[in-house]
């Protein structure tokens, strides 16, 4: 192994160390607001989205949250039979359906404790203006080289391929919706 492969491994292996950290708190903040709320993260960041953006389709949703049609689908079932949210049928297109969060919904997000994004956006803002601005544009770009789809026209665009067998595709969807 050369020295540079070396550094790499060592690099490779400690940036991995600390995002699992950073994934570790945010899952343990996710459980704590389960058991407190009842409520998931997943779920939130589909409240939130709908109070921000407005009603939307679910593909629409889907492609604003990162997840699968499917998961979103699930996440939406269970808002819906909590009251949180509404299905209607759009008036243009018949077709689509159309998703809105509910008042019950808009009361819910004003229960709930501080969320994971607030949460990374404390630690994030101790670190220096330069570093948040290095960091930002290099997850962003070591997001891309998984997930290709968010990245703008012109740059490269591929994906980096899982290498373990069980693994079929680098998803993001969540184990807890």
């Known amino acids: 192994m050369t020295p540079d492969q ?5 690099f490779s292996s400690a940036s991995l160390h600390s995002l699992r950290r950073i994934i570790r708190a945010l899952d ?18 589909c409240l939130h989205n709908l109070t921000q953006k407005g009603t939307q389709t679910l593909s629409s949703l889907a492609r ?9 689908n699930g996440i939406i079932d269970r808002l819906e039979s909590r009251g949180m949210v ?16 509910t008042d019950e ?15 990374y956006t404390q630690a994030f803002g101790k670190l220096e203006k330069e570093d948040q601005k290095t960091l930002a544009h290099l997850l962003g770009r070591l997001a891309n080289h998984f997930d290709p789809h968010n990245e703008p026209q012109g740059h490269n665009t591929e994906i980096i391929q899982p290498t373990h067998d069980v693994i079929s595709s680098p ?6 919706h």
């Open 6 to 10: 070396g550094l790499h491994e060592e």
């Open 28 to 45: 343990v903040h996710s459980r704590k607001l389960y058991r407190e709320c009842n409520i998931t993260s997943p779920q939130i960041h």
């Open 64 to 72: 604003e949250l990162h997840l699968s049609l499917s998961t979103v």
């Open 86 to 101: 509404l299905r209607t049928r759009s008036t243009e297109d018949q077709r689509k359906v159309m998703i809105a969060i």
């Open 105 to 119: 919904g808009r009361a819910l997000l004003l229960t709930v404790p501080e969320l994971m994004k607030d949460l």
């Open 171 to 176: 998803g993001t969807d969540y184990q807890l």
